[in-house]
Structures are given as structure tokens and as C-alpha cells.
């Protein structure tokens, strides 16, 4: 079983950055991939990052390459989403989540949700 609480949204303006944050509990860490997808009203949930707990492996989707960064932290439990250079369509909300698959991109291969956190990009 795994408990993930993301934090760290809020309104930015076009042009800015914001850092998410993912603490997770439970155990084992290394058993699962870990991944940062967003939601907007009436849409799918869309892949943005993933990484695998020892850090050695991540992707993320074309449409945040370059601007987006995910990462852990080991001692502290947490997956970081940096995100500069914030566009008004990067608007949505942010789910962690945890997948027992290796580098799946799609959300049905997830299996524990943290509740979301709002993201909104102002032009």
C-alpha cells in the first residue's frame, strides 16, 4: 500500500516556474514507478514524467521536454515535478501516482493516486 500527498500549486504567470511536490509512505519504494500526469475539465488525464526510484531512468511528454523536470529524493520519500517555463495550457490539475509497471505512460497502469493539485498558468 502507498500514500502519496502532492503539494506545491498555485497561480504563476506565463513565463514562470513552480515546484511539486509528491511525499509518498509505505513500502517498498524501489517496487514502484512513479509518475506526475494533469488533468484538465472534460479531458483524459494526460502523462507528463516518470522516474524509477533509483533515479536512473526518466521520460517525460513531448509537450513539456526541456521544460519540465521529475526527480526524487530518497531520504525524504518525495518525487519533484520542476516546472519553468510555465504556458498558459500547462493550466490543470497535478496527480502523482505509483505504478507497479516499469516506464507505462498510461493512467490505467497506475495503482495508488495522491488527491491532486492545482496548477494554473496566467497569460
Known amino acids: 500500500q502507498v500514500q502519496l500527498v502532492e503539494s506545491g500549486g498555485g497561480l504563476v504567470q506565463a513565463g514562470g516556474s513552480l515546484r511539486l ?7 517498498p ?3 514502484y514507478y512513479w509518475g506526475w500526469f494533469r488533468q484538465t475539465p472534460g479531458k483524459e488525464r494526460e502523462f507528463v514524467a516518470g522516474v524509477n526510484w533509483s533515479g536512473s531512468s526518466t521520460r517525460s511528454a513531448d509537450s513539456v521536454n526541456g521544460r519540465f523536470t ?8 518525495t518525487i519533484y515535478l520542476q516546472m519553468n517555463s510555465l504556458k498558459p495550457e500547462d493550466t490543470a490539475v497535478y ?21 491532486g493539485t492545482q496548477v494554473t498558468v496566467s497569460s
Do not use: P
Request: hydrophobic fraction near 25%; include cysteine; proline fraction near 0%.
Open 21 to 27: 511536490s509528491c511525499a509518498a509512505s509505505g513500502r
Open 95 to 115: 496527480y502523482c501516482a505509483a505504478s507497479r509497471y516499469y516506464g507505462v505512460t498510461n493512467d490505467e497502469a497506475y495503482h495508488y493516486w495522491g488527491q
Open 29 to 31: 519504494f524501489s517496487d
Open 70 to 77: 521529475i526527480s526524487r529524493d530518497k531520504a525524504k520519500n
